[in-house]
């Protein structure tokens, strides 16, 4: 049964029942034993999921301590290519909760229950740290419980959310169908199943998915999605509303300090997005009062600062974030920010830690930083048939917007303008509003002939106020004709 098939058969508002009477899950999609013995990978970053959890990670706790500062009710809303971690959390109480499950699985490695106890609280570290290590243990906590218990919904929920986590959207839709076909009730499958279809190109079952959700449950991470998928579809005053929206629900629902600062963080990008700098400053601003060096927003009040034209500005917002969490796209945006500040070799390094960053995730299979470095590849027409290659592969599964803007962008890096074009109108026909968008198709519709076209695209873009890759923003502002 497909995804869009096993929804048909998922209640809405009124079948409503608790997780506890969830039926069994049917099926395992993992086989191998998990290797827990994963060597910390420093200064990486991974989305940040907030989670629905199916059962408490229970363990001797100091009743003081929350297991997770942040978390919310389902999974999560992210911006279009964003990787997010809840940075500066102390992990001690986590941290003792992974020893005593590890202890317990000493003394019996056929436990699956402490297996995914393990697993839920590697995700936890993951999400408190950025260490994408973590995320690669919980994958393999999971998929030990499933080897060992396969119809585990607890696992399979764990194992598909870890998925979509690490950009394996084609397996995370295939667990949250599968948990859905045992229990359409699953509530936070349904949740995962949006995030990985709408990922994957697959706006129908995503909307149906979110429909049901909809039905069933009211929250800032709900509202989020509506927010998500109102801009992919075009509608970015849509999801500009729905995500002011989504941050005053978190405010009046008492959520933590940092789920706060996420959603109004996430407003602010919609609003920069839109070319709204004012409404992105002040969300930023907002955002870092609810947790003051929050990263990301220290990361969006930097390009504001570029928006703004104010380079040096910018450059000491983006250091700032950087040296918290060196995410690739963050650290190639100040590389490019020293190239425009005449400081090639400043440049050169961060593009060079940009490389190495990606080569460390990729040693353990993981694709979220593959989007960032197709972009960074042709951006800088660094390796362009390796880039070429990446966004290929994922254009197999992966058949989204961006996905169709990252192949073009590679293939005009390469010099491959006509089959560019294609793509590049590929990405354009959901009719998403983001300047990336729309200055890629302009500079590679100029390099096709169609200037008319091409000139179109590129004042569509620019009056976005563009704060992406700022070399890229400046070849198009200096190929513009007034």
């Known amino acids: 049964m497909n995804a869009l098939s096993a929804l048909t058969r998922s209640p809405g508002a009124a079948s409503r029942r608790s997780p506890g009477n969830r039926a069994r899950f049917v099926r395992s999609l993992f086989s191998r034993r998990a290797a827990l013995l994963v060597p910390p990978l420093s200064a990486l970053v991974v989305v940040l999921a907030v989670q629905l959890w199916p059962h408490p990670v229970a363990a001797p706790v100091n009743n003081n301590t929350p297991i997770v500062e942040g978390a919310d009710n389902l999974t999560d809303v992210r911006p279009p290519g964003e990787v997010i ?46 260490d994408i290590a973590n995320y690669i243990s919980a994958r393999d906590a999971y998929a030990t419980a499933l080897d060992i218990a396969p119809l585990s919904p607890a696992a399979a929920v764990g194992a598909a959310r870890i998925s979509a986590t690490l950009h394996d959207f084609l397996a995370a839709q295939a667990l949250a169908t599968a948990v ?14 949006f995030d990985a279809s709408l990922e994957l190109g697959e706006l129908d079952t995503a909307e149906h998915a979110l429909t049901l959700l909809m039905q069933r449950v009211e929250t800032p991470a709900v509202v989020g999605r509506q927010a998500r998928l109102a801009f992919v579809r075009g509608d970015t005053a849509g999801a500009l509303e729905l995500s002011d929206r989504a941050v005053l629900d978190s405010i009046t629902g008492g959520d933590a300090a940092s789920s706060v600062a996420f959603y109004q963080y996430a407003h602010a990008e919609y609003a920069l997005l839109a070319g709204d ?7 930023y ?6 947790m003051p060096g929050y990263p990301l927003a220290l990361f969006g009040e930097g390009r504001v600062a570029y928006a703004q034209g104010n380079i040096a500005h910018a450059i000491a917002l983006i250091e700032a974030a950087t040296a918290a969490l060196p995410r690739p796209d963050m650290v190639a945006y100040l590389g490019d920010l020293y190239a425009l500040d005449g400081r090639p070799e400043d440049a050169t390094e961060q593009y060079d830690t940009v490389a190495f960053i990606h080569g460390l995730a990729a040693q353990d299979g993981a694709k979220v930083y593959d989007r960032e470095y197709i972009g960074f590849l042709a951006d800088h027409g660094r390796d362009t048939a390796i ?19 990252a192949l073009a962008w ?30 890629h198709a302009g500079l590679i519709e100029l390099a096709n002939g169609l200037t008319a076209d091409g000139q179109a695209h590129l004042h569509a873009g620019l009056a976005l106020s563009p704060s992406f890759s700022p070399l890229v923003v400046e070849q198009a502002r200096a190929q513009v004709t007034p």
């Open 285 to 290: 601003a907002a955002s870092l009062v609810a």
């Open 85 to 130: 971690a809840v940075a500066g959390v102390d992990t001690t109480e986590t941290d003792r909760k992974i020893a005593f499950w590890q202890a317990r699985i000493s003394a019996n490695a056929r436990d699956d229950i402490s297996w995914t106890y393990l697993g839920d609280l590697f995700e936890i570290k993951g999400r408190q740290t950025g």
């Open 180 to 193: 859905l076909e045992s229990d359409p009730y699953a509530t936070a499958a349904l949740a995962i199943l």
């Open 277 to 283: 700098v004012d409404t992105a400053q002040a969300g």
């Open 387 to 405: 880039a070429i290659d990446l966004a290929t592969s994922e254009l197999v599964a992966r058949k989204d917007t961006y996905g169709y803007d």
């Open 410 to 439: 590679a293939l005009h890096a390469a010099g491959n303008d006509a089959d560019a074009l294609t793509n590049a109108r590929l990405a354009l026909a959901s009719g998403t509003q983001d300047a990336r968008l729309l200055i």
